[in-house]
């Protein structure tokens, strides 16, 4: 397992600016593939984006193009979503996992891989 703290959530106005960052334990985290999900109130969890171990490709949901963009310090064990243009649609919990890829899609890892989330207001 590795633990996972996110941080950098807050109350915005939309088309505002926010960088989320996830911390990670231990010395395994340059192992793992990392991803971004979110969860509004009342809708399922769903995937925002992810990045390869190295950091050489990333992937997005259609929603992040163009306003996200994730990224990591392999030697700060750490991965960011900078997000801009926020909109208030993009009002959630945000959660960092680590993963992995098969081919081209990214895959969570289960309980214990999960960060326990940041809050992520967007005012309109």
């Known amino acids: 397992q590795v633990q996972l703290v996110e941080s950098g959530g807050g109350l915005v106005q939309a088309g505002g600016s926010l960088r989320l960052s996830c911390a990670a334990s231990?010395?395994?985290?340059?192992?793992?593939?990392m991803g971004w999900f979110r969860q509004a109130p009342g809708k399922e969890r769903e995937f925002v984006a992810s990045i390869r171990r190295s950091g050489s490709s990333t992937y997005y949901a259609d929603s992040a193009k163009g306003r996200f963009t994730i990224s990591r310090d392999n030697a700060k064990n750490t991965v960011y979503l900078q997000m801009n243009s926020l909109k208030p649609e993009d009002t959630a919990v945000y959660y960092c996992?680590?993963?992995?890829?098969?081919?081209?899609?990214?895959?969570?890892?289960?309980?214990?891989?999960w960060g326990q989330g940041t809050q992520v207001t967007v005012s309109s």
């Open positions: 231990g010395r395994t985290f340059s192992t793992y593939a």
């Open positions: 996992a680590a993963g992995y890829y098969r081919e081209s899609t990214y895959y969570p890892l289960g309980d214990g891989y």
